[in-house]
C-alpha cells in the first residue's frame, strides 16, 4: 500500500477541536507520536501520515467519549457503538443485507446517538440516506465559533456519506460507484463541494432536502467479501484504512480471494459465478487479474494452499479432512496438488515444520 498522507491542518483542527471542549489533547498527539510544539511550526499544506492521523483520531474520540455524548462527526467511526455495528453486519452475504442489518442497528440507537442510515430500493436505483440531528446535550461537542462558521452541519452530514461510501467499498471489495450525493446543509464553499466531488467521483448537492448517497441499484446485490478476520484488522486502524479505500483503486485480486475463503468448505466457485457475484463480465475479471499479474486458477492455488497449511499445522487436520474442505472428490487429487504447490506431500510438510519447531525449541532451551 503506498504512503496516504493528511495534511497538518486536519491534524491542527482536531487538536484545536479537543482543546475548545477542554479535553486533553497532548494524550492523543502522543499516541500518534505527535508534539503540540512540532505541528504548530508546520505549513497548513505539510504532508503527514495518514496512520497518525488514523491515531490521533481514534485518541480523540476515546476523549470525547469520556463525555458521555454521542459524536456528531463520521457516523460515529472509532467509537465502541460503530465498531459493534460492524460485527453486527459482517456476517451478511450482500451489500444489502448489510446495509439492512446496520439499519436496524441504528434504529435501535438512534434515540441515543441521533445518527441513522435508511437504504431505499425503488426499483431502479438505490439511495442511502443518512439523517444526522443534533439535540441540546449533544451541542457540547459543538464548540459556538464552529456553529457561527457554518461549519457543523454540513461537515456532520458529509463527512457520515463518506465513512458509508468508503465502508460499503470495504465489504464488497469494490468502490461503490456513485450517480449524485446529497447534503441537508449549506455549502462551505466550492473548495470544500470540490473536495467531496474528487472523493465521491461524482456531482454533489448542497442545500438538499436529505443526505443520502444515491447509486444503481445494482450494487446493492454485490457480495460481502470481508470476514471476522479483516473486520478485526480494518476497526483496528479504521480511520486509516477508510481514507486508503478512497484514494486507492481496489484490488479485485483481494476481493476474490475473499469470496472464494467465504464459500469454504466445500468446491470453490466457477469465475462465472465469482463474476456475477462482482457485478462484472468474465472477460473484465480476467483483465483485471491480468493487470494485476495473476490469474482465477492462481488465486485459486493460493487460497487453497493457505488454508491447507493453517488446518494441517494449526488444527492437526486429517489429510481426508483437509481435502474434503477444500472441496477436492479424493484426497490423492489433494495430495497431488499440495505437492505442486509446496513440493512436499502434506505430511511431509507438516512433518518438517514439526521437526524444525523442535529445532528451535532445543535451541532456546
Not at 32 to 54: E, I
Not at 249 to 256: D, K, P, V
Request: hydrophobic share 40%; proline share 4%.
Amino acid at each position: 500500500m503506498k504512503d496516504i498522507t493528511v495534511n497538518a491542518y486536519q491534524f491542527s483542527r482536531l487538536v484545536e477541536y479537543l482543546e475548545r471542549l477542554g479535553l486533553d489533547a497532548d494524550a492523543p498527539l502522543e499516541r500518534a507520536g505527535l508534539l503540540a510544539s512540532r505541528l504548530a511550526r508546520l505549513p497548513p499544506d505539510h504532508p503527514l501520515s495518514a496512520q497518525q492521523y488514523s491515531r490521533l483520531y481514534k485518541g480523540a474520540v476515546e476523549q470525547m467519549q469520556t463525555l458521555g455524548q454521542s459524536l456528531p462527526w463520521g457516523a460515529g467511526v472509532g467509537t465502541e457503538s460503530f465498531e459493534l455495528k460492524c460485527h453486527c453486519l459482517i456476517g451478511a452475504r450482500t451489500l444489502g443485507e448489510a446495509l439492512g442489518l446496520a439499519q436496524r442497528f441504528d434504529e435501535l440507537l438512534y434515540p441515543l446517538l441521533r445518527y441513522r442510515i435508511r437504504l431505499l430500493d425503488d426499483g431502479a436505483r438505490a439511495s442511502l440516506f443518512y439523517d444526522c440531528d443534533v439535540d441540546d446535550e449533544a451541542e457540547a461537542l459543538i464548540p459556538e465559533q464552529w456553529t457561527r462558521e457554518g461549519f457543523y452541519l454540513p461537515v456532520s452530514r458529509a463527512s457520515g456519506l463518506l465513512v458509508w461510501h468508503a465502508l460499503c467499498g470495504w465489504l464488497t471489495g469494490q468502490p461503490l460507484e456513485l450517480e449524485s450525493v446529497s447534503v441537508a446543509a449549506p455549502s462551505r464553499g466550492d473548495a470544500y463541494t470540490r473536495r467531496l466531488e474528487d472523493v465521491f467521483r461524482c456531482p454533489v448537492h448542497f442545500d438538499a432536502t436529505e443526505t443520502a448517497l444515491q447509486f444503481d441499484r445494482d450494487f446493492v446485490g454485490r457480495r460481502v467479501v470481508q470476514t471476522v478476520a479483516s473486520l478485526k484488522e480494518f476497526l483496528a486502524n479504521a480511520v486509516y484504512q477508510l481514507i486508503a479505500i478512497d484514494q486507492q483503486q481496489a484490488s479485485t485480486s483481494a476481493a476474490i480471494k475473499s469470496l472464494i475463503t467465504i464459500d469454504l468448505p466445500g468446491a470453490l466457485p466457477s469465475l462465472e459465478s465469482v463474476a456475477a457475484q462482482l457485478l462484472m463480465s468474465e472477460s473484465s475479471v480476467r483483465r483485471r487479474l491480468q493487470r494485476e499479474g495473476t490469474s482465477y486458477q492462481a488465486l485459486k492455488d493460493e487460497v487453497r494452499c493457505q488454508v491447507a497449511i493453517d488446518k494441517l499445522i494449526n488444527e492437526d487436520a486429517k489429510v481426508a479432512e483437509v481435502a474434503e474442505y477444500l472441496g477436492f472428490t479424493e484426497p490423492s487429487s489433494f495430495v497431488r496438488s499440495f505437492k505442486t504447490w509446496t513440493g512436499q506431500t502434506p505430511r511431509g510438510y507438516r512433518d518438517n515444520v514439526r521437526s524444525l519447531g523442535e529445532v528451535w525449541d532445543g535451541s532456546a532451551g
